[in-house]
């Protein structure tokens, strides 16, 4: 075929296939679509997932399935997504941990900026720097000169080896240019209950498991991790402005479909869930669990995934976190 001639098909193409995006969103949904959740049920993502997908049910007049998929950290849910079919009928959440195990894991099968469907950032979450009152620092420079003066004595305690709360301490150690030693337990819970008990001193941890514990008097907590003072905790400085200018980890959480799934529905389901974090009941309820609606373009979201990849590809070099095989 002459240059000229596959030209001339391609834009064929590309035309009927502009013709065909208005047809498919207007016949678009038209069975129940599901929406997988790599985690057990009662977590974060899984109550988001819940409470979007009621409401997409409603707007979208079809049964939206949650299906729960745990395992492997999330990554067997998103392995699923990324081999389904592109119709629109699978979606998935995916969070902070998908920009984190390409770099620490080497047999992820799927591309997290390449094989997916961004959909929208549906909503953000923030970690706290906790501390145990024992620890005599009451600011993050005071942890900063602390640390400074006792390198390598000073313990934290995450939920695993590679994951959020473990990156997030880690990032702090090399742009605050301390030396500070990482303590992993199997959980967050248990983190915590042996930064209570003095076990370690501090811990880089999400709200829901520190700050009951610091409302009982238990834990102090020194700063946030967002780039912006949380709603919850306006009397709370952020990492950044306490004394590691830049510094900033934020939790999220997103909604995906498999490569290939046609722009029209992509563009309809970024519309729906945008109009569904609007609502006051959701918003309300998001509140409840500290966490805060986005509802960005897909655009977004994938420019958002790609500046995690690389700055946590960083952080793990830095680190020397490096974990192998997951499956």
Not at 142 to 170: C, D, F, M, R, T
Not at 183 to 211: C, N, T
Not at 287 to 298: C, Q
Request: aromatic letters at 6%; one cysteine or more.
């Amino acid at each position: 075929m002459k240059l000229r001639e596959q030209r001339a098909w391609i834009y064929l193409c590309t035309t009927l296939a502009g013709f065909a995006q208005p047809a498919i969103a207007q016949t678009y949904p038209a069975k129940a679509i599901r929406f997988i959740v790599g985690y057990a049920p009662s977590g974060p993502n899984d109550i988001l997932a819940r409470i979007v997908g009621q409401k997409l049910s409603e707007t979208l007049a079809v049964p939206v399935t949650v299906d729960n998929r745990p395992g492997a950290d999330s990554m067997i849910g998103t392995e699923i997504t990324a081999r389904s079919a592109p119709d629109g009928y699978t979606i998935a959440m995916i969070g902070a941990g998908s920009t984190i195990h390409p770099n620490v894991y080497t047999n992820i099968s799927y591309d997290v900026a390449r094989d997916l469907a961004h959909i929208t950032v549906l909503a953000s979450s923030t970690f706290v720097v906790v501390v145990n009152p024992a620890l005599p620092a009451g600011s993050i420079k005071e942890l900063i000169a602390l640390a400074k003066a006792k390198p390598g004595q000073l313990n934290y305690s995450s939920s695993g080896v590679g994951g959020s709360l473990h990156l997030a301490a880690e990032l702090f150690n090399s742009m605050a240019g301390v030396e500070m030693n990482h303590i992993a337990y199997k959980g967050g819970a248990p983190a915590a209950a042996d930064l209570v008990g003095g076990h370690v001193q501090l811990m880089f941890s999400p709200m829901v498991v520190a700050m009951p514990h610091v409302k009982a008097g238990k834990l102090r907590v020194l700063a946030v991790t967002s780039v912006k003072r949380w709603p919850a905790l306006q009397d709370v400085p952020t990492v950044a402005e306490a004394g590691v200018p830049g510094y900033e980890v934020t939790g999220w959480y997103g909604v995906v479909a498999p490569r290939g799934t046609p722009r029209a529905i992509v563009t309809r389901l970024n519309q729906e869930i945008a109009k569904i974090l609007g609502l006051a009941d959701v918003r309300q309820r998001l509140a409840s669990f500290d966490l805060e609606p986005v509802g960005n373009s897909p655009e977004q979201m994938a420019s958002h995934i790609n500046t995690e990849l690389v700055k946590w590809a960083r952080v793990a070099k830095d680190a020397k976190i490096a974990l192998g095989a997951i499956f």
